[in-house]
């Protein structure tokens, strides 16, 4: 600290005044203070503080902004340093300081793992969880836990690195729970299967949703059914992408699931359904009789939902409205899983309008000469095969596969390689 806060104030420019009424506007809220201009200025604030009343209250407060100022300019490293003088200066701490304390160490990790700094960045992570078994074990804090946990899972999913992001998630899943917010950690955890569906396969986001679906053996309300919802919707993606061996994988994993006890007739149909329907008539034949015996069992020969499996067989009625389906041995035509997954609010968005902003968007996303100037030969070669594909799906009015295309052109950007947006 210097000992001659005189020379402090004419260096940065500050009057005796001004800085004793800066500081005075600190005297709240930790992070509502007055905020100066410069990092000058704040080292004249500080070389103040030993003459004003309360100097430990002041110096904590204005170690405090400063941290918010170089936070905000992306100091990271510095943030955290100020952070941490403060943690172990004498006081009190609130539970918001924690809570702000545990994120930027989370922020201050990614930016390194980004980085390349992996050895840094794991120093940033110990003493986040050191915190958060320590003085920052506060209900407030578990939130900051959860979201920098789960961020990290996701970037090493996405960096292809299966085993701390295993790590990582479990930590997530942990404060998930404590915070009370599963629902998110469940969208998550098949944003976690999506990005490993892209990068390493589907066997790969099959462990992802085997998790998910354990959360409903643990007693996570809700988690199995979602678990097999986000099955079929990547089983549905593999097969609109022509990987029928992990669609295979991910409908076979789902059938055991839903063969456990209690097994569930009205979801077997609907899965047997949603396969079938992929399969096309010919070769889903045996899926579909099997989706509509089971509705017929559960819910009796005359019921919509039995007749619906019916109407898939190729089977049509004189009540029936609308023409007979014919028996073409073709793929049936379906909608990415919506009579699996229930209707889903489009936003009052028509099918023609989201195929034409899909089109444009994976245009501007991955058209050759959209690329960049240093692009490697294998991106060059992705993004004319890629854009192949999308004039084929747009052409032949394909939601799904533009859908599932720009899924992949995404993920394909979270990992690092060069996409523009």
Same mark, same amino acid.
């Given at each position: ?44 604030? @500080? ?6 009343? !309360?100097?430990?209250?002041? @110096?904590?407060?204005? @170690? ?12 990271? +490293? ?8 403060i943690a172990e200066g004498p006081g009190r701490k609130s539970e918001v300081f924690w809570r702000d304390y545990a994120v930027l160490l989370f922020r201050q990790a990614l930016k390194r793992l980004a980085a390349g700094r992996v050895a840094q960045s794991n120093e940033s992570l110990g003493r986040a969880a050191a915190l958060l ?33 295993? #790590?990582?998630?479990?930590?997530? #899943? ?10 998110? $950690? ?7 299967? !999506? ?6 396969? &589907? ?33 549905? &993606? ?6 029928? $061996? ?21 979801? #077997?149909?609907? #899965? ?29 020969? +005359? ?22 389906? =014919? ?17 889903? +609010?489009?936003?009052?968005?028509? !099918? ?20 960049? +100037? ?24 394909? @939601? ?13 950007? =979270?990992?690092?390689? !060069?996409?523009?947006?």
């Open positions: 600290m210097d000992s001659r806060p005189e020379e402090g104030i004419a260096r940065g420019g500050l009057t005796l005044a001004r800085a004793r009424e800066a500081l005075k506007d600190w005297q709240g809220h930790m992070r509502r203070g007055a905020a100066l201009p410069s990092e000058d200025e704040y080292v004249a604030a @500080l070389a103040l503080v030993p003459w004003l009343p !309360q100097p430990g209250v002041y @110096l904590a407060r204005t @170690l405090r902004a400063f941290a918010d100022f170089c936070s905000a300019q992306g100091r990271l +490293d510095d943030a955290v340093s100020l952070l941490a003088r078994r320590g003085p920052a074990a506060l209900p407030e804090v578990w939130n900051a836990a959860w979201e920098g946990y789960s961020e990290m899972a996701l970037w090493f999913e996405r960096a292809g690195d299966a085993l701390p992001a295993r #790590l990582h998630a479990e930590h997530a #899943l942990e404060y998930a729970q404590r915070c009370g917010r599963r629902e998110e $950690a469940l969208e998550w955890l098949r944003r976690l299967a !999506q990005a490993a569906q892209h990068g390493r396969g &589907a066997f790969a986001a099959l462990d992802w949703l085997r998790r998910m679906h354990a959360l409903g053996r643990e007693g996570w309300t809700g988690a199995g059914a979602f678990a097999v919802r986000s099955a079929v919707g990547l089983a549905q &993606a593999e097969a609109a992408l022509g990987r029928e $061996a992990g669609m295979d994988a991910i409908f076979h994993e789902v059938e055991t699931w839903l063969r456990e006890p209690p097994s569930d007739l009205l979801a #077997l149909a609907d #899965l047997n359904l949603a396969w079938g329907l992929v399969l096309g008539l010919e070769r889903g034949r045996e899926r579909l009789e099997q989706a509509h015996r089971l509705r017929s069992t559960a819910l009796g020969e +005359d019921h919509p939902k039995t007749l619906e499996a019916f109407r898939a067989l190729g089977g049509w009625r004189q009540e029936d409205t609308g023409p007979s389906p =014919g028996t073409d041995s073709g793929p049936r035509e379906w909608d990415g899983g919506a009579r699996f997954e229930g209707p889903k +609010d489009s936003g009052g968005e028509s !099918q023609e309008s989201e195929l034409k902003r899909l089109h444009r968007r994976l245009a501007r996303l991955c058209h050759p000469d959209a690329g960049l +100037d240093d692009a490697s030969e294998s991106e060059i070669t992705w993004r004319h095969e890629t854009m192949i594909r999308v004039n084929r799906a747009a052409e032949s009015g394909n @939601l799904f596969l533009l859908r599932a295309l720009l899924d992949e052109a995404l993920s394909r950007m =979270g990992t690092g390689k !060069q996409v523009p947006l």
